[in-house]
C-alpha cells in the first residue's frame, strides 16, 4: 500500500520538481566524484592489457557510454508505457526529457566505438551487426524528437511518440545480443554478463565505478531537464508561480 | 608524462575518444542546465504578462 502512495506521487507535477530540485545537485556532484576516480583508476592504475595493450583503455569511455544509451532508450520506453497505460503526464515528461540524452549518448558510443575500431580492426566503420543495430537506436532517438516536434498538438505528439518508444524497444535487445546471434568483430559481453566478468579486477573496479558515475550523471541530468519539460508544459497551473517566486 | 600521453602508440586514438566522451558529457550537462534556465525566463514572462 505504502509502496503505491509512493508511487502516486510520481503523477503530481509539483512533486515532481521538488524532488527534481533537490536531487539532481547530489546525483551531479556524485557522478563526478566517481568520475574523476574512475578515470584515475582506469588510465593511471589500471595494468595495459594483454592483448590490446594501452588501447583496452578506451573501454572506460566506450562501454559506458553505449550501456548508457540502452538504458536510456529503455527508461524513455518504459516511461512511454506508463504515459500510455496510466495517462500520466509526467511519465511523458519523463520520456521527452530522455530522448535528447540518449541520443547524444549513442553518438559517443558509435564515435569512440569507432576510434577504438581503427587500431583493433584496420577500420573506423564496418557493417558489423552490433554497429548497426546501435545506429538504428540512433535513427530510432531522432524518430522519436521529430515526431514530437512534428506534431502540434501536445497530447497527441505524446502519443504518437509513446507508441514509436514502446515499438523501438524491441532493438535494445537486438543490440544486447547481436553479438552472440551473429557473427561479428565486436566483441562479446565482458562484464554485463551472469558468472564471473572476464576481466581483472585491476581493469574491472574502475569500469564498474565509471558505469555507476555515468548512471548517476543521467540521473541529474534527467531531473534536470524534466523540471524545464514540466515548465513548459504546466504553463497554465497555478504550482508554476509558487515555485517561480 | 610523455609516455603517458602516448599511451603505447595508441594515444591518437584513445585522447579524442575521452574527448569525445566526456565532451558529450559535459555538452549534455551545459544543455540542459540551459534548457532549464530558458524554461524558466519564459515561465516568469508569462506570469508578469499575466499579472
Not at chain 1, 507535477?13 to 583508476?41: D, K, S, T
Not at chain 1, 595493450?53 to 529503455?74: C, E, G, N, Q
Not at chain 2, 566526456?22 to 534556465?37: D, K, Q
Request: hydrophobic residues 55%; proline residues 5%.
Amino acid at each position: 500500500m505504502a509502496t503505491w502512495t509512493w508511487f502516486h506521487r510520481f503523477g503530481s507535477p509539483p512533486w515532481v520538481y521538488g524532488f527534481a530540485r533537490r536531487w539532481a545537485p547530489w546525483f551531479g556532484g556524485a557522478a563526478l566524484l566517481c568520475m574523476l576516480i574512475a578515470l584515475y583508476g582506469g588510465l593511471v592504475l589500471a595494468p595495459p592489457d594483454y592483448q590490446q595493450k594501452d588501447a583496452f583503455r578506451m573501454v572506460y569511455v566506450h562501454a559506458p557510454a553505449a550501456w548508457l544509451s540502452l538504458m536510456i532508450y529503455t527508461t524513455m520506453a518504459v516511461a512511454a508505457a506508463v504515459g500510455l497505460i496510466w495517462r500520466m503526464k509526467v511519465a511523458h515528461a519523463v520520456a521527452a526529457a530522455c530522448a535528447p540524452v540518449g541520443a547524444w549518448f549513442t553518438v559517443a558510443a558509435l564515435g569512440t566505438g569507432m576510434l577504438w575500431g581503427k587500431p583493433m580492426w584496420g577500420a573506423y566503420w564496418v557493417w558489423d551487426p552490433r554497429l548497426t543495430a546501435e545506429l538504428v537506436l540512433l535513427f530510432l532517438y531522432f524518430g522519436y524528437m521529430g515526431l514530437r516536434a512534428g506534431i502540434e498538438d501536445p497530447a497527441k505528439a505524446d502519443k504518437a511518440s509513446a507508441m514509436l518508444a514502446v515499438v523501438g524497444v524491441i532493438n535494445v535487445p537486438i543490440i544486447k545480443y547481436s553479438v552472440e546471434w551473429w557473427n561479428s568483430l565486436h566483441q562479446t559481453a565482458t562484464v554485463m554478463k551472469l558468472g564471473k566478468p572476464k576481466m581483472d579486477f585491476d581493469m574491472l573496479w574502475p569500469l564498474l565505478l565509471m558505469f555507476l558515475a555515468f548512471a548517476l550523471y543521467f540521473a541529474a541530468v534527467l531531473l534536470i531537464r524534466l523540471r524545464a519539460e514540466l515548465l513548459r508544459r504546466e504553463r497554465t497551473a497555478s504550482w508554476i508561480r509558487e515555485v517561480l517566486t | 608524462m610523455s609516455e603517458f600521453l602516448s599511451m603505447g602508440g595508441y594515444g591518437r586514438y584513445l585522447w579524442p575518444a575521452f574527448l569525445l566522451g566526456f565532451g558529450i558529457v559535459a555538452l549534455n550537462f551545459w544543455m540542459a542546465v540551459s534548457s532549464l534556465a530558458n524554461a524558466k525566463r519564459e515561465a516568469k514572462r508569462r506570469l508578469e504578462m499575466q499579472s
